[in-house]
T-cell receptor, first 114, second 116 residues
C-alpha cells in the first residue's frame, strides 16, 4: 500500500506570493491533517479534514487554508507569503481518529520564502 | 492549554546500550493519549509507541518501552539495545480525547545520537 505522498518536496517562493501544497493520503484514509515544523516553533497543528469537512483548526492566521476532495486528497494554501512561513509542512493521514488509527506522515514539503 | 516539554535537546548512547528520553506534559483532562514519534533525516515522522491514559500498564513495542507516571504527568521512552538506525529526532506528543481528532501537541524534540 502506498504511503502518504506530498508534492512538491521543495518549493521556493517570494514574499507576497501564494502557494498550494498537495497531499495524497493512504488509500482508504479519510482524515488528513497538516502540521508546520520550524526550528523556532517546533511542530504546530494547522488543521484537519475528515470526509471533506474541516474537523479541527489550529491557531494560524486566515492566510492558511485547506480543503479536502472527495477522494480524500487534500491541499493546503498559503496566501500573501511571509518570510516566517518558511518551514517544513507535514501532512498525515489516518482512517479515523488518532486514538484508534495511528497517524501516517508524508515526507513533507520544504517551503522557502525569500 | 496543553503543553508538552522535552527537557533534553540532545542525547547520545553507545550502540547496544540503553537510553531514556524524558517527557512531561500538562493537562487538566482525564482522557488523553500520549505518543512517541521519531523523525530520521528522511523527515518522515514514524510512530514508535503509544499509551492510553486510562491504562495503567506501560506500553511496550519490542526494544521500546515507556514509563508512564500519570500523577506526575511524565512519559519517558526507554530504548534498549540501541541500534545505529535509532538515531533520529524523537518527539513526545499528546492528544486529548476523541473530540480532538488528529490534533497532536508535540514537544520540542530530543536529538538522539547512537555511537558505534
Amino acid at each position: 500500500k502506498a504511503g502518504v505522498t506530498q508534492t512538491p518536496r521543495y518549493l521556493i517562493k517570494t514574499r507576497g506570493q501564494q502557494v498550494t501544497l498537495s497531499c495524497s493520503p493512504i488509500s482508504g484514509h479519510r482524515s488528513v491533517s497538516w502540521y508546520q515544523q520550524t526550528p523556532g516553533q517546533g511542530l504546530q497543528f494547522l488543521f484537519e479534514y475528515f470526509s471533506e469537512t474541516q474537523r479541527n483548526k489550529g491557531n494560524f492566521p486566515g492566510r492558511f487554508s485547506g480543503r479536502q476532495f472527495s477522494n480524500s486528497r487534500s491541499e493546503m494554501n498559503v496566501s500573501t507569503l511571509e518570510l516566517g512561513d518558511s518551514a517544513l509542512y507535514l501532512c498525515a493521514s489516518s482512517s479515523g481518529t488518532v486514538m484508534n488509527s495511528p497517524l501516517h506522515f508524508g515526507n513533507g514539503t520544504r517551503l522557502t520564502v525569500t | 492549554a496543553q503543553t508538552v516539554t522535552q527537557s533534553q535537546p540532545e542525547m547520545s548512547v553507545q550502540e547496544a546500550e540503553t537510553v531514556t528520553l524524558s517527557c512531561t506534559y500538562d493537562t487538566s483532562e482525564s482522557d488523553y493519549y500520549l505518543f512517541w514519534y521519531k523523525q530520521p533525516p528522511s523527515r518522515q515522522m514514524i510512530l514508535v509507541i503509544r499509551q492510553e491514559a486510562y491504562k495503567q500498564q506501560n506500553a511496550t513495542e519490542n526494544r521500546f518501552s515507556v514509563n508512564f507516571q500519570k500523577a506526575a504527568k511524565s512519559f519517558s521512552l526507554k530504548i534498549s539495545d540501541s541500534q545505529l538506525g535509532d538515531a533520529a529526532m524523537y518527539f513526545c506528543a499528546y492528544v486529548r480525547g476523541e473530540t480532538s481528532g488528529s490534533r497532536l501537541t508535540f514537544g520540542e524534540g530530543t536529538q538522539l545520537t547512537v555511537n558505534p
